[in-house]
């Protein structure tokens, strides 16, 4: 058994808030951790009982969407709305924070941000990060599925390849089926 780490756990947690974005051009998601705990979770949507942009198409001015709060201060907001302190915690996020997002994040009191994808890093929000003393990580997220019968999966189709090595007389198809289950597990 193969244990998940706390980063890649975290990246997996925001990963999965962002499906639950409304605004189509982006898909994002943000947790915000304090003591290896969970304490808060947004994603890109509308202000609470507005339309959303996947329904009613984009608010777009100036090529910006203005109908949607960021996935990190709905993250943040959470924690305002039940008084819960940000102060020293951390936030693990699918892209980079824009510049909004990041000012917010500094004045939030979370000191490190981990983002799993670089999005139009902003010079400003870089310095601004540096200047504030919040430490900013790459994290990809590597773990492969969100899937409790992964490994017991993955030791079949071994086997399973195994046995078909063993009786398979079609040398070219057992090749097609192997690089397939190869790239499907990723088996090395
Ligand atoms: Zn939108
Ligand atoms: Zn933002």
Redesign the pocket.
């Known amino acids: 058994m193969e244990r998940i780490s706390w980063d890649q756990y975290y990246m997996a947690q925001s990963q999965l808030l962002a499906l639950r974005s409304t605004c189509t051009r982006l898909m994002v998601g943000a947790t915000v951790v304090r003591d290896k705990r969970i304490i808060a979770g947004g994603y890109n949507g509308s202000v609470s009982g507005s339309v959303h942009c996947v329904d009613e198409g984009c608010y777009v001015i100036d090529g910006h969407c203005v109908r949607t709060v ?1 996935a ?2 709905n993250a943040l907001l959470q924690c305002a709305k039940f008084g819960v302190p940000t102060e020293g915690a951390e936030l693990y996020v699918t892209h980079f ?2 510049l ?2 990041c000012k917010q994040i500094i004045q939030g009191g979370i000191k490190a941000v981990y983002y799993a994808e670089d999005y139009k890093n902003h010079p400003y929000a870089i310095e601004l990060f540096k200047e504030a003393g919040v430490q900013t990580k790459k994290v990809e997220l590597t773990y492969l599925a969100v899937d409790t019968q992964y490994n017991k999966k993955e030791k079949y189709i071994r086997e399973l390849l195994e046995e078909l090595e063993a009786v398979s007389n079609d040398t070219e198809k057992y090749a097609t089926l192997k690089t397939e289950a190869e790239e499907l597990f990723n088996i090395r």
């Open positions: 960021h990190e201060a924070p824009c909004q997002c």
